[in-house]
């Protein structure tokens, strides 16, 4: 069995600032994915970013970007220049490149509060 | 267009009361998902539908039933529920089942239901 890690419950930051979360893993499986989620206010569930276990290369989008340490079992998301936006439950999920999309496995979920 | 719509967006029952939830999505997706989401927790996988086809039901008590009447319309019929399924119902959807390259999730904005 898969287990997810985050153990920051709420982490605080000022705008234009950096905010590091963390997230561990556990699994025995070789290929896998992991994702950073986020749900605002609005309670949808946004894609933030991925990473294919199989890739060295850390995954980034825009202000997010990841520091995958496949050894450590490590998947933390790094978000940038923090806008009021960004406010949200951000979830870290894991999956087995063999198993469906309903099989996500999240994390507890870290609250990220933004402020001016 | 990438938007998973779910209604109502709110929805107050009795515990008497017979109620549905409806998921809707023009993606031309051939798999839907409903999760349950209670409060300051990570979603909970209920039923994966794919080709309309019910394939996971994590042990819902029957209470819950799902419905798939074609490949754009997912409903969750609810009848005789308790108040501890109060809850965000989440649905989403993909291309299909299995993990892709480029491929991802959709999720709607949830419906709250308050079971009273």
């Known amino acids: 069995a898969q287990t997810v890690t985050q153990s920051q419950p709420e982490m605080s930051v000022q705008e234009a600032e950096t905010v590091t979360l963390s997230c561990t893993y556990d699994?025995?499986?070789?290929?896998?994915?992991l994702f950073w989620y986020k749900q605002p206010p609005s309670r949808q569930m946004i894609l933030v970013i991925r990473q294919e276990a199989y890739k060295q290369q850390n995954a980034t989008e825009n202000r997010f970007s990841v520091n995958f340490q496949k050894a450590a079992k490590s998947f933390s998301l790094k978000i940038s220049d923090s806008q009021l936006g960004d406010t949200a439950m951000y979830f870290c999920a894991f999956m087995r490149t063999t198993d469906s999309w309903g099989k996500l496995q999240f994390g507890a979920g870290t609250q990220v509060v933004v402020t001016p | 267009d990438t938007e998973v719509t779910q209604t109502p967006k709110h929805l107050v029952m009795g515990m008497t009361n017979k109620k549905s939830l409806k998921c809707e999505q023009h993606m031309g997706h051939r798999a839907m998902y409903w999760y349950k989401q209670k409060a300051k927790k990570p979603p909970e996988l209920m039923f994966v539908?794919?080709?309309?086809?019910?394939?996971i039901n994590e042990s819902v008590p029957s209470r819950f039933s799902p419905e798939c009447p074609n490949s754009s319309l997912l409903n969750l019929h609810l009848h005789a529920l308790q108040p501890e399924d109060s809850a965000l119902y989440l649905c989403?959807?993909?291309?299909?089942?299995?993990?892709?390259?480029?491929?991802?999730?959709?999720f709607g904005q949830g419906t709250r239901l308050t079971v009273v």
């Open positions: 989403a959807s993909s291309q299909d089942a299995l993990v892709r390259p480029n491929t991802e999730a959709f």
């Open positions: 699994t025995s499986e070789n290929n896998y994915y």
């Open positions: 539908y794919s080709y309309e086809k019910l394939s």
